[in-house]
T-cell receptor
Framework: KNEVEQSPQNLTAQEGEFITINCSYS?????LHWLQQHPGGGIVSLFM???GKKKHGRLIATINIQEKHSSLHITASHPRDSAVYIC???????????FGQGTRLTINP | DAGVIQSPRHEVTEMGQEVTLRCKPI?????LFWYRQTMMRGLELLIY????????DSGMPEDRFSAKMPNASFSTLKIQPSEPRDSAVYFC?????????????????FGSGTRLTVV
């Protein structure tokens, strides 16, 4: 069983829809990251959070430490949001990242 | 800042050859990470350094893999001899060491990756 679980693995939606991607982890963490990777592209860090909520443009990330769960939301989705979104955590006492398997998001026009 | 710089972007080599991947972290970042991404296993840590010292190399597959960080601005990942199963995208990332950084600056910056194909 992966230490970091994401759902769904694949998500297809129409332009304008509200998108939610979920991430659960098994033990205490020091930080959780949301990453974005476009096909054939590099990895971009979207958010790093250890509590509460962060917002950047149409992207919102939340984390519930007690429930060991985080969500990434995209409002007013657009085809350019199509990418793989990866949740990664650094467990307490460690700096390295442990990654979820990623969620492949496709937004159709 | 130019970000984390990796070279080469693409490498095609024959089985048995030595391959060297290079990484220049962001200036001032004290931690450097080498990750590998494959379709089957996703992203995995190979090794990371703090202040040029290897901290965790438990992800290095076998003795064919070695990594060095001779100074704060340069790291190499070497595979010798290379095998077809080493084909993957290798990412380098850097971050500030937490105790020196403000919480808002803990984030990682990834390089563009090196796509390695061993034939």
């Amino acid at each position: 069983k992966n230490e970091v679980e994401q759902s769904p693995q694949n998500l297809t939606a129409q332009e304008g829809e509200f998108i939610t991607i979920n991430c659960s982890y098994s033990v205490g963490i020091s930080a959780l990251h949301w990453l974005q990777q476009h096909p054939g592209g590099g990895i971009v860090s979207l958010f790093m959070l250890s509590s509460g909520k962060k917002k950047h443009g149409r992207l919102i990330a939340t984390i519930n430490i007690q429930e060991k769960h985080s969500s990434l939301h995209i409002t007013a989705s657009h085809p350019r949001d199509s990418a793989v979104y990866i949740c990664a955590v650094s467990f307490q006492g460690a700096q390295k990242l442990v990654f979820g398997q990623g969620t492949r998001l496709t937004i159709n026009p | 800042d130019a970000g984390v710089i990796q070279s080469p972007r693409h490498e095609v080599t024959e089985m048995g050859q030595e391959v060297t991947l290079r990484c220049k972290p962001i200036s001032g970042h004290n931690s450097l990470f080498w990750y590998r991404q494959t379709m089957m296993r996703g992203l995995e840590l190979l090794i990371y350094f703090n202040n040029n010292v290897p901290i965790d190399d438990s992800g290095m597959p076998e003795d064919r893999f070695s990594a060095k960080m001779p100074n704060a601005s340069f790291s190499t990942l070497k595979i010798q001899p290379s095998e077809p199963r080493d084909s993957a995208v290798y990412f380098c990332a850097s971050s500030p060491t937490r105790r020196r950084a403000k919480p808002s600056n803990y984030g990682y910056t990834f390089g563009s990756g090196t796509r390695l194909t061993v034939v």
